[in-house]
């Protein structure tokens, strides 16, 4: 079933965060239907920076081409601004398509962008965004391919305006819309009633961010059908190292921290080091099928 198939169901898809291939092939084989490449994500780990537009769009390509070589699990990408104007919005939907998104999100913030919960945003006109969403739709190859359209407008131009843009983009086009950082419960209940039946609806938990946490399940009971964990990852993976780095540094050894670790054993069964090592076995030799046949005939 692709993700457009499963956003028919009443139950919504959760699509937790990953990073690269590794996190991406843990989450996948938790169980999850679909998964969150986020561009902050990236960001934090590859440049270890602040999502404020510094990532580029071919190095999201590269990771979206490593996590799908990896796992064959849904993948909503975030796509940022596409990365300049509607024939960079062209390029960008075309080139992570063929790099193996399934769902790719874009957003109405100026260049440089920002992460959706930080503050002093700006964004480009609700015209311009709206053709950059049809220019989005008009250059996927496979209507498969579902186009998310984000809209900052809450923080920026208030909750009524942000309303009015997505309506816009669904006009033009947008598979599934997203109304980013809502501020209070009431106005997520106000999303789901204004959208929810013009297109699917994803939502955003950030554990700090603008948006008051709920679980997946209360947000599917308001109506959202896709609700996404995207930072979650990277900040338990930094408290993780940081108290590891401290340990090591204090102690000179990881024998105080080792129960919270894979061993070596373990890692290697995690992301699957004995299946690599018999399927190259399998491929050491190869017997020629001429001499097969004259042996065979003898």
Known sequence: MDLRERLKLRKPVVAPGVCDA??????????????????????????????????????????????????????????DNGYGNALNMQRTIR????AGADAIQIEDQTMPKRCGHL???????AGEMAAKVKA????????????????DAVAVEGFEAAIERAELYAEAGADILFVEAPRSREQLAAITKALGSRRPLLVNMVEGGDTPLASAAELGELGFSIVIFPGGIVRAMARTAQDYYRSLHQHGTNEPFKERMFDFTALNALIGTPEMLDLGR???????????????AA
């Open 22 to 79: 590794l996190t991406a092939s843990i989450a996948a084989g938790t169980g999850f239907e679909a998964l969150y490449l986020s561009g902050a994500a990236i960001a934090y780990t590859r440049l270890g920076r602040p999502d404020i537009g510094l990532v580029s769009m071919s190095e999201v390509a590269s990771v979206i081409a490593l996590v799908r070589d990896r796992v064959p699990t849904p993948l909503i990408v975030d796509a």
């Open 282 to 296: 399998a491929y050491e030799t190869y017997e020629p099928a001429a001499k097969t046949r004259k042996d065979d």
């Open 119 to 125: 503050q002093e945003k700006s964004l480009i006109s």
């Open 136 to 151: 989005a739709v008009d250059a996927r190859a496979s209507e498969a391919t579902l186009v998310i359209a984000r809209t």
């Open 95 to 98: 080139t992570f398509e063929r």
